[in-house]
């Protein structure tokens, strides 16, 4: 049998080198028309498949499931049907698509009515997400945050080797990529002031991270180990958690990140699954000191995707300000998880975990502008030769992550949002 992720596969669909969405992917996701509702699509270079249409026309007979599912305005429902559905969908698609297949190439009203052009489609949310968890798992993200302000000794808190540090955060202000964002309002403090004020931040900011997405419940009590983990992850999506810098500085102490991150946050539309990032698997980071036995993961768990940053002043080009990769990450997905359900903390279809500021070794590979500009002390400068601090109104941050081997580009697409100015009342 014919793997969904052989290198080998070609699609009757012609498919740029260069795109994110290959036969090799088929990534998921929620999108609209002007005739057409929202429902599920995949991913195919530069088209989206209609599952709905498929369905309607009976491709999906021989899998044990309601195809209706696929007319539907979030993912919810189809990934609550468990792996072996969307493992079996996933492969039934890579045969209707492989260029020896003529059940729907053969037919060119039935191509003109199940593929749409992403460029002629709206995308939506991809998820109802009934909860958030944003986690704070790299280490060079960690250290540099704690060297700026405390100091390299004690940049470190004691509890972060010990287990991946994450807070609850917002489910209700997480938008699709395109989505405007507000310049957030608060309280700061400066330095050399005894009292705060409010007003609108003047130290906002990106997060690149990586997110994922369960597909499976767990009852309040059960725990899951990291070897289970995975069987829990849908797939993921990029990740912007937007941040007010100066905000957060004074309220965090002592429960940490509320009003400075809960205004929003920006996802890819599309899900890749793990079954696509199968390939791509790698050894994380070594692990000093030896995690607890309910957080011990050895083998390959970690995922070798490039990231990337631009930034867009307004009626100008992008630029690239940021290049990393998932990989170096220090704590896992799995360990991420089972960190989450180990006090026995219910887990639901849908949720989102966000990995946290994605940052590598050296100035360009930092995930934030916090890092990038060091605080804002050493300005960012730009192609059209202006500098940045931190992002300015109108600004657009995008977000790209893609994977490559064997000649092979597996993609996220990407995330974008473009800042606002703060709405007055």
Not at 111 to 120: A, G, K, N, P, T
Not at 376 to 381: A, K, S, V, W
């Amino acid at each position: 049998m014919i793997r969904a992720n052989d290198p080998h596969l070609h699609s009757w669909i012609e498919i740029a080198p260069e795109s994110d969405f290959p036969i090799q992917n088929l990534p998921f996701g929620i999108f609209s028309t002007p005739d057409r509702d929202p429902r599920v699509g995949v991913a195919i270079g530069e088209y989206i498949l209609d599952l709905c249409v498929l369905g309607r026309h009976n491709f999906f007979e021989l899998i044990d499931f309601d195809p209706n599912v696929f007319h539907r305005p979030v993912l919810n429902d189809f990934i609550a049907m468990g792996k072996p559905v969307w493992r079996a969908v996933r492969n039934r698609v890579s045969e209707l698509l492989r260029n020896n297949n003529e059940e729907i190439s053969g037919d060119s009203e039935l191509i003109r009515e199940c593929l749409v052009l992403q460029s002629e489609a709206t995308m939506h949310m991809p998820v109802k997400v009934p909860n958030y968890t944003d986690f704070y798992s790299s280490l060079e993200h960690a250290t540099n945050v704690g060297t700026m302000f405390r100091d390299p000794e004690t940049a470190l808190l004691p509890n972060w080797k010990h287990l991946p540090v994450g807070y609850h955060g917002r489910a209700s202000s997480i938008v699709v990529s395109g989505t405007p964002i507000h310049r957030p309002k608060g309280q700061t403090k400066a330095a050399d002031q005894d009292t705060p004020t409010f007003g609108p931040s003047q130290q906002l900011d990106f997060e690149l991270e990586v997110a994922f997405i369960t597909g499976k419940e767990t009852p309040l009590g059960q725990s899951i180990t990291p070897y289970e983990a995975e069987e829990y992850i849908f797939g993921l999506v990029l990740f912007n958690d937007w941040s007010a810098r100066d905000i957060q500085t004074w309220e965090y102490v002592p429960l940490g990140p509320f009003l400075a991150k809960s205004f929003a946050s920006s996802v890819s539309p599309w899900v890749v699954t793990l079954d696509a990032l199968e390939p791509f698997r790698v050894k994380g980071p070594e692990q000093i000191p030896k995690p607890l036995p309910n957080l011990e993961a050895l083998g390959n768990r970690n995922y070798d995707i490039h990231l990337e940053v631009l930034l867009q002043p307004q009626h100008k080009a992008a630029s690239t300000i940021s290049h990393t990769n998932f990989k170096h990450m220090y704590w896992s997905m799995a360990q991420q998880l089972a960190h989450q359900s180990s006090n026995g903390c219910n887990i639901m279809v849908g949720d989102l975990y966000a990995s946290g500021t994605v940052s590598g070794a050296r100035q360009e590979a930092y995930g934030s502008m916090l890092e990038l500009t060091w605080r804002g002390t050493q300005p960012l400068q730009l192609p059209d030769g202006s500098e940045r601090q931190f992002i300015q109104d109108y600004d657009t941050v995008i977000m790209r992550g893609h994977c490559e081997l064997n000649g092979i580009r597996v993609g996220f697409g990407e995330v974008r949002g473009q800042v606002l100015p703060a709405i007055q009342h």
